[in-house]
Each structure stands twice: as C-alpha cells, then as structure tokens.
C-alpha cells in the first residue's frame, strides 16, 4: 500500500429524501497525496456527510470519489474501510478491550499474526505519546485525551494511505485539545499520508491544514485554497465572515520570527523583546502593548537576531 | 390416580360455561379473595410505604429498599405460606401475613426510588424557600414521587392477587379452592376459576391505573422506572 | 386435588419418631439427617435441574429473538406486548391450564418455567444490545467491521453485564416459582413442603428444611452467575 493517497471528488452529489436542498452540491475537490486537508463550515454545510462519503458511510447519489484513480464504488465497503483509518470525536473505543486489543482491530481484521500486531501497536504507542504500559489498560480508566490519541492510533494501525477525522477534539477542554492540535501537526509531518479533517472551528483549520475547503450551507464549495490565501483573498462575503474580521491578524498568527527577513540591530536597549519561536503577531501585539515601534527578536540562547519594525508587518499582508 | 380431562379447544370454551354457570358461587369466591388481597395489601403497604418514603427522603439504604425487590422474588410464595402456617396456623391471618410480606417487596423498593429520585433542584429550592423536612415531604416529594409509589402499590396488588390462590392449601379461600381442587370441580371449574383470577389481576390493575390518572397531578407525570 | 405419587402415608418422612419429631418441635436435625437422601437430596437436584433446564431453553429463545427485534426493529413491540401477556398468566393457573393439556408431566412443568424465564430474559438482552454508545458502532462500521463482527465483537460483549442481570433474575425467579410446580406432581422441593402443609398438624421442620434449601439454591446460582460476570466482564 503506498503510504499516502490522492484522494479526488468528482461533482458529488448527495440528497437526503424528503428535503429540496441537496447535502452536497457538486462538491468538486482534488486532495493530493499527503496533504492535511480541511473541511470546514458552519453546521449544515456537509462537511460530515462530505466525509462519510469517503468510507460509504453515507452512500451518494451522484458524482464519483476516487482514491488514486480507483472508484470508491470498485470495493466492498467492508475492504475500502480496512484501508482507511477513521477517528471520530467521541472516539469510539471499544470499552470491552483493553487500548492494546482496540489497537489491533483492524490488523487482526487483516490477519496479521500476533508478534507484527504487538510490535505496531508498541511503535503507535510512542507515536501518539503514550506509554507501552497503557496498552494493558481499559479506555474507562483513560482521559479523554489519552482516548482521542488511542483512536489516533487504532486509525493508523493497519498504515492506511487515508486517514478521516470527524471533529476529533470537539469534545475536548481547550487546554488538550490544542495540545492534541499540535501532536496530530508534528505527526503528520512525520508519518505523511493525506488527512481529510473535519472541523466547525476556524480556527483549527487554519493551524492545521496544508489546504482548507470551506463548505457553505448546502453543501456548496466557497473556497478551496491555502490558510494563507483564504485569510488574504476570502472568495466572497460568507468567506470574509466565516473567517472572522481579524483575518490580518491571523495571517500574522501563522508566520514565525524564523522566517522573517528582520532588520539589522540598531539601538537594542529598551526595546521589548521577543523570542524568535513566536508569531509576527504577538510581535505586533507586544508593540501596541508597550507603545514601541519595533522589536527585538532574541534566539534561545539569548543571542540578539535582529529587530522588527511595525510596518514590516504591514508588508507581509501585502504579499 | 385423577383421570384427567384430556384438552382441546372445547375445554377451553368449557371454563367459560363454568362461570356462565356458576356465576354467584364464583362471584363469592372471588370476593373472599379480594378480602384475602386487600388485607394483606393494606398491612404490606402500610409497613412498607413508611419505611419506604423515609428512606428514600434521607437518601440512604438503597441496598435494603432494592433489596427487598429482589428478596421479594426469590422467595418462593409457598415458602412464605408454608412458614406461617407453622407459626400462625391455618386460616386466614396466616396467609393474610404471609402475602402481606411479598407485597411490602414493590411498595418499598418504589417508594424509596420515587422519593429519592425526586429531582435534587426541586427539593435544594424548597429547602433553601425555608421548608421544614416534613414540609417539604408532603408539599413536594410527596407528590412528585406519587407516580411510581402509585405504581409500586398496583404491582405489588397484582402480585398479591395473582399469588393469593396458592393459599387455598393453606386454607386461604378465594378462587384457589376451585384451582387446587380439580378432582371435586373437574377442568372446567379449574379453568373457570383460572379465567376469573386472570380477569381480576387486570380489574385491580386497571382499577388502580385509573385511581392513580386520577389523583396525580399532569405535571409529574415520569418515566416509570418501578420493578417490572 | 393433584395426583400423589403414590399412596398417601398418614406420617409421610416422619421415620422413626425422635422425641423432637413427634412433638413437632421447631427444627429436628435428626430428622434432616436421617432423610436427606431420601427426600431433601433428590428433590434438590430435580429442581436444580429443573431450574437449569428452564432457564436454559427460556435463554436460548429469548436470545433468537432478541437477535430478530435487533435487526428488525418492527418485531419489538408484538414481542414485548406478548410477554407481557404471559407475564400476567399466575404461575398456579398457568401450571393448571397446561396440566389439561400434557397431563402431570415434564412439559407441563417446564413450559411455564421456560415462558417466565423468557418474559424476564427478552427485555434485558435487548437493552443490553441498545445500550451499545453509538459511538462505538459508528467507529466499528468505519472501521470496516462487518455486521456480523460488529454484532458477535462488539455488541454482544458489551451487552453481557445486562444479560447477566437478566439471568440473575430469571433463575431466582424461576427457582421460586418453581416451588409451585410441586402442585403438579412429585417435583422439587415444592413438594415435600406441600406434603408437611398438608397435615392435620404441619410438620415444621421439613418445611423448615426443604425452604432454606430453595433459599440456598437460589443464592448458590446467583453467586454463580456474579462470578461469572466478574469473570467475563473486567473492563468497568
């Protein structure tokens, strides 16, 4: 199996009896292989139902998906969901098997034998960031962090091209549901395989998606682009709210002080400082703080790297 | 050994002549019957309600109130009979004694749910109004938890009556002398009398279901928990 | 009255006379252990066996059927509208109206048994089915299980804590009402505390004994039945 998918919809339409307006509209997308890709809307929008798509969960009534070229509709459905990992917000353990059995569902499904199970689930274990303990434990006595990463992991177990998350962290505190943001980016840039992700929050698409599909109500595609673009060139109105009025902002939120040609050092002494991890953003926020008109931007090590003007800020939105 | 009556559909319709026949002898039985049931209903209720209510105000006990429930099942009504025979002899004490120990089974154990599972809101909001214990017992758990003692009371006169017959052995009279005795009253007079004790369980069931649409109130109408 | 099993003995299991048994004392452990094993051992095993016996076939359809109403939920409500009408039938007239038609013997004692334990089975194995979080069936189907998989590794394990409650109750239930099928002739322990009611003086302690033994057997498979959940059941 390869290790990532092209996943590509072709006009997919899906209406549900007894109402006239179509779930999904024509939805026409085309997700390269090993992209995080985000769906997001306001609810009614069909991103769900977009997803469940993807599995046959929900038939659809006219279109196609393909997954590298191949029809959806070629397989049994029961064999097309053994090969994509699907991770859904209340997690779905089985309560009745310990994290390592939930694990090996799917492998064992496949017949592997009893020594590859073991030894993937320990590599998923540490992968997801939990303890090679924890496999002999029962989801009851998780948290519900340690649950969504469990259902992280049994997604993955069989190596899936595809992997489809519905909301995952919707019922989490804010506290770990960001941290858990921050583990599915680092994994993702680690184990590269296209991710259709599900989300409400608009904020959780632009961290984590390579490229965002913003869905309108009726299942319509508003726009399909990176975060970066659609925070620079929202295609219409609903977009423009959709994203929020702080949309500059938010472009600054996604560029570090790594990657920002600074200016060279002036007079550094009574310039508030910032370290070069940090977004322009908080830059910018710290400015208006103390009134200053620039920054100086400092290494871990303490080491001065240069200073960053106000207005700098001002010529990234333009690009 | 009784020849029996072998059965076919015939029989059946036969029960039913029984009564059409005898309908004053039945009636009379089926009234000492009801005597035999009400009795030992009023006694059981009126140990258990009490007990039942205090318990569940107090939130304490659940083991011995869901206990009884369950003890109430196991054990077996001859059993009971039997035992008080040997204490109270034979008559109608004894088995008034021993059906009034199955009834306080469903009274308690729904008596104890309808006032403990009262809403813990309702009854914080009447504390906090200044209500005294008893207050609020009668002006607001007691009416809330009505529902599912009303239900507690037609289970448990359900099960006293459907149990009653097997008194007869112990001279408890009613119905059960005709359902044990089929040597004098033939299949027929068995099946008859088996007729009426079915007739009557659903008479006192739906007696009580119209007493009880009738004395609680439309707001507290709940989901029934109650056993069975 | 029902048909004895043979003729009557004016002292039924009195034996030789102990100064405890002929004045009938409160409880006579001479006596207990003169006839355990010609009175209260065989009637012990006959109604542990009809017990077991009932239960297991009153198991094994309401299981069917429990499986039926899962997959269609349609046949539910006639199912349980059903059981509740057989709830109602007393377990004297039931045996009464069945000795019509098999006569004094096994069938006409089991079919009642097997109907109670069934009426109280059906409920619980499908609540336990329904008490499936649909987010686990949600996650099991995305994940590529079959219907069958998700049912017999999924749902049914999940469903074994309300299936075992059930039982519970049905063979306590089923050992009490089994006392009464000793109307119908010489069977269990019913029958022996029949037999001691129904002397001119009733004689306690066989009354005394055979009831604790009803009361024992009942217990013994209920701390059968919580073990075995212990066993099977360790994830709460």
Redesign the interface.
């Known amino acids: 199996m390869p290790s990532a998918a092209e996943i590509v919809f072709d006009r997919v339409t899906k209406r549900y009896a007894g109402r006239e307006a179509a779930a999904l509209q024509e939805l026409t997308l085309e997700i390269p292989a090993g992209t995080f890709c985000v769906l997001v809307g306001p609810s009614g929008g069909g991103k769900t139902t977009a997803l469940k798509l993807v599995?046959r969960?929900i038939p659809f009534d006219e279109g196609d998906i393909r997954i590298d070229g191949r029809s959806i509709t070629e397989l049994p459905a029961?064999?097309?969901?053994?090969?994509?990992g699907?991770v859904?917000?209340?997690?779905?353990?089985?309560?009745?098997?310990t994290v390592g059995e939930n694990i090996e569902?799917?492998p064992r499904?496949l017949g592997w034998e009893r020594e590859r199970r073991r030894a993937r689930t320990g590599e998923l274990l540490a992968l997801v960031g939990l303890e090679a303990t924890d496999a002999k434990r029962?989801?009851?006595q998780l948290s519900g962090g340690q649950r969504q990463r469990v259902?992280l992991a049994?997604?993955l177990a069989a190596d899936p091209p595809l992997l489809?998350m519905d909301e995952p962290f919707g019922a989490l505190d804010p506290i770990t549901r960001h941290r858990l943001q921050l583990e599915v980016r680092r994994l993702h840039r680690e184990v590269t395989k296209t991710v259709i992700f599900v989300t409400h929050d608009v904020d959780e698409a632009i961290l984590m998606g390579d490229r965002i599909a913003i869905l309108r109500e009726g299942g319509v595609l508003a726009q399909y682009d990176t975060p970066d673009a659609v925070l620079a060139r929202p295609a219409d109105d609903f977009v423009a709210r959709f994203i929020g009025e702080d949309r500059a902002l938010r472009r600054l939120a996604l560029r570090t002080l790594l990657d920002v040609p600074l200016d060279p050092l002036g007079r550094r002494d009574e310039l508030p400082q910032v370290s070069d991890h940090s977004t322009v953003r908080n830059a910018v926020s710290l400015m208006l703080e103390t009134g200053a008109d620039r920054v100086l931007v400092v290494g871990d090590d303490g080491g001065a790297r240069g200073e960053l003007p106000l207005e700098r800020a001002t010529e990234l939105l333009r690009s | 050994m009784i020849l029996l009556d072998t059965a076919n559909a015939h029989t059946f319709l036969e029960g039913f002549r029984f009564i059409g026949d005898h309908p004053g002898f039945l009636a009379h039985k089926a009234l000492e019957q009801l005597e035999l049931s009400g009795a030992a209903l009023g006694i059981g209720a009126a140990v258990a309600l009490p007990v039942g209510v205090a318990l569940g105000h107090l939130h304490r006990g659940s083991t011995v109130a869901i206990g009884a429930s369950i003890v109430g099942r196991a054990l077996p009504s001859i059993l009971l009979i039997a035992i008080f025979l040997t204490i109270l002899g034979i008559g109608f004490v004894n088995n008034m004694v021993a059906l009034a120990v199955l009834a306080t089974g469903p009274v308690l154990t729904n008596a104890y749910a309808g006032v403990d599972g009262v809403d813990r809101d309702v009854t914080d909001a009447a504390r906090g109004m200044g209500m005294s214990r008893l207050q609020m017992l009668a002006r607001v758990e007691l009416p809330l938890a009505l529902p599912l003692l009303f239900t507690g009371i037609r289970v448990a006169a359900v099960t006293v009556v459907a149990t009653a017959p097997i008194a007869a052995i112990a001279g408890g009279g009613g119905l059960g002398d005709v359902i044990v005795n089929q040597a004098s009253y033939r299949l027929q007079g068995v099946l008859g009398a088996c007729y009426c004790v079915m007739a009557l369980s659903a008479g006192v069931w739906l007696a009580l279901l119209a007493l009880q649409r009738f004395v609680t109130s439309e707001g507290t109408t709940r989901r029934v928990a109650g056993t069975t | 009255m029902i048909a004895a099993g043979g003729p009557e003995p004016v002292i039924p299991n009195f034996g030789h006379g102990s100064a405890c048994v002929t004045g009938n004392h409160l409880f006579c452990w001479s006596w207990v252990r003169e006839h355990w094993s010609d009175t209260l051992e065989p009637h012990l095993v006959q109604h542990a066996e009809l017990t077991v016996i009932a239960v297991a076939i009153g198991f094994a359809i309401a299981f069917a059927l429990a499986l039926a109403s899962h997959r269609v939920r349609a046949l539910d409500q006639p199912i349980a509208i059903v059981a509740g009408l057989i709830y109602t039938i007393p377990s004297l007239v039931a045996f009464q109206i069945l000795i019509a038609f098999s006569g004094l013997s096994n069938t006409t004692v089991l079919v009642p048994l097997i109907g109670y334990s069934l009426v109280i089975l059906y409920p619980n194995i499908v609540a336990g089915l329904r008490s499936v979080?649909p987010?686990?069936?949600?996650?099991?189907?995305?994940?590529?299980?079959?219907r069958r998989?998700v049912l017999w590794r999924?749902e049914l394990?999940?469903a074994?804590p309300a299936i075992i409650a059930g039982l519970r109750i049905a063979v306590v239930s089923t050992v009490a009402i089994a006392t009464v099928a000793s109307l119908v002739g010489d069977r269990g322990l019913g029958y022996p505390i029949f037999l001691a009611m129904r002397l001119p003086t009733p004689f306690k302690t066989e009354i005394y004994s055979a009831g604790a033994l009803v009361v024992a057997l009942a217990l013994a498979f209920d701390l059968l039945l919580v073990a075995t959940r212990r066993a099977l059941?360790?994830?709460?």
């Open positions: 599995n969960l029961v064999e097309l969901r053994r090969g994509i699907y859904i917000q209340q997690a779905g353990l089985f309560p009745h098997m569902t799917v499904l029962y989801p009851a259902g049994r997604a489809l | 979080p987010g686990v069936l949600e996650a099991a189907r995305g994940m590529g299980l079959e998989q999924v394990p999940l074994l059941v360790r994830w709460t």
